[in-house]
């Protein structure tokens, strides 16, 4: 079955610094999102991504985030510079359809610490 | 905005005991609702859905029912099985699909043999 891979599983970073997080979609999908869940809380949408650019974005999508798609096949999240609470698990997400949540796809997720 | 609430964990089970994990939501208009279902190490995944007002979604032995005068989207099983550990998310989104998932905290399950 056709699956969402995220790498790496586990990102330790200092505060400051920037990261970029990976994920390789479905290959068919059009639709790309990251999520992202801090621990102990809810899951929260950040951002949706479609035809090569933001189509939503939350209002903790702020500036030092930004998304890309830049071979065809990988989708990246970076994160500029790095906070103490930007440490969560991010998970990212591709369907075939829309925003909407018929369809979606999760990739296992990256745990981001930032130390 | 919209939310959803579901019941704290952790949640341990003696193998075969019967399931709830408590879900309820706030939303304007008509949602649809979804539990997910993430096992270690792995992704997201749909475990069932419901789009209107006394359906019911199924999966796998669980099974939960859309109640709109109550809000609530309970998660059931008859009999769990140590397989069934794993952290369960209710969700909901728009009933048109335009809008992204809300979800809750998680429930973490664990059954024990």
Partial sequence: ?115 | GDSVTQMEGPVTLSEEAFLTINCTYTATGYPSLFWYVQYPGEGLQLLLKATKADDKGSNKGFEATYRKETTSFHLEKGSVQVSDSAVYFCALSDHSGNTPLVFGKGTRLSVIA
């Fill in chain 1, 1 to 115: 079955e056709p699956e969402v891979t995220q790498t790496p599983s586990h990102q330790v970073t200092q505060m400051g610094q920037e990261v970029i997080l990976r994920c390789v979609p479905i290959s068919n999908h059009l639709y790309f999102y990251w999520y992202r869940q801090i621990l102990g809380q809810k899951v929260e949408f950040l951002v949706s991504f479609y035809n090569n650019e933001i189509s939503e974005k939350s209002e903790i999508f702020d500036d030092q985030f930004s998304v890309e798609r830049p071979d065809g096949s990988n989708f990246t999240l970076k994160i500029r510079s790095t906070k103490l609470e930007d440490s969560a698990m991010y998970f990212c997400a591709s369907s075939s359809r829309g925003i909407g949540a018929q369809g979606y796809t999760f990739g296992s997720g990256t745990r981001l610490t930032v130390v």
